[in-house]
């Protein structure tokens, strides 16, 4: 499993005339220091970089009026604030919004904002593309691709809050449900969730980050250990044999591998336990009958786990089809009668492919990432262990 690290030596990037310039974003608040250092500027600059660049969404070192003007001008030569070129909003009849974000070498990916009442919850991407090949999930089809940054990772929070008027600018939490799997993009995420959660930076709790995962196992211990953060896990089977089909990453950690390692996850934090949710997502004769409710009740129950059920999402070419509205109303009914905490919501975002499963850059209109990574014509499967709304 790769992952793409930011720079540990940015001057000796910025020197190189082919280098693109350091892009701010790519630095947690310790390597920023090390920044600052190695261009000759007290430690503090680092607390005025990050009130500009987090808290006013300033893209323009010019803009940043209390650092010195040769430092500014040093930065407009050797660095930027990295931004995504914006090429479609579509927005759902529900009031979700789906950003088509170009990154900087051409590839795309998308972002999903949820608007609530009370909070704006963003659904960032991962990856462009996903390897790991669940045998429903839309996102499959684009077959393996790069990891994004740390810089890609926050510029979809910027770009986003830059994109929503000014009143409702704040990002309130931030869901890793979109395109790949966050726990393959390890040392990024890692930085990631350090940045969002730094008090000088985006200042989000660990109650407000929700990654998902279709179950790695090493690594859901190692980010416990270093942010405890909300876990989701897509499990959509319940049984190995089912599993084994619908996501073949259960061939590597099977469901007692997983739910062993779940049970030392909420271990890590005994006194500040945030509950894990199973995402289940229902398709018709495949995972929604009697018996399965029952095993995913037991499953539920061995970690005290909340249930989200997400009825499929169908899109063009899904070879699986939702669970009819009596089903999934009889499958909630088991989780219920075992007192399991199952919620089934409806789904937001379908009629623009923003839905669970559906995000993989598609639609005559959006052209796919670049050449090397077009999605392949093929398997359009559909939902995801994306649930986006925690
Ligand atoms: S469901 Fe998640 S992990 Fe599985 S292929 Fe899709 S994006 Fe990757």
Known sequence: MSSTSSPTSPLARSNSENTPPIDLLNYTWNEMEDLCISMEQPKYRVRQLFRWIYQELETDVMQMTDLPKAFRLRLQNEASVGTLRTESVAESADGTRKFLFRLHDDMLIETVLIPEEKRNTLCVSSQVGCALACKFCYTASLGPGRNLTLGEYIAQVLETARLLPEAERKITNVVFMGMGEPLINFDNLMKTLSVLMDHRGLHLGRRRLTVSTAGLCPQILKMGQQFPVRLAISLHATTDEQRDDLMPINQRYPLKTLFETLQKYCDLTPTHRL?????????????????????????????????????YNEHPGAT??????????????????????????????????????????????????????????????TPHHRRRRN
């Open 320 to 381: 699986y089809t939702r669970s009819s509205p009596k089903s999934i109303e009889q499958f909630r009914d088991v989780l219920l009668e075992k007192h399991i905490r199952a919620t089934c919501r409806i789904t937001r975002g379908d009629d623009i492919y923003a839905a669970c499963g559906q995000l993989a850059i598609h639609g005559p209109s959006e052209n796919p990432t670049s050449p090397s990574t077009a999605p392949k014509p093929a398997p359009p499967r």
């Open 275 to 311: 509950p894990i949710t199973l995402e289940y997502t229902l398709i018709a004769g495949i995972n929604d009958s009697k018996l399965d409710a029952q095993r995913l009740a037991k499953l539920a129950r061995s970690i005290q786990a909340k249930v989200n059920l997400i009825p």
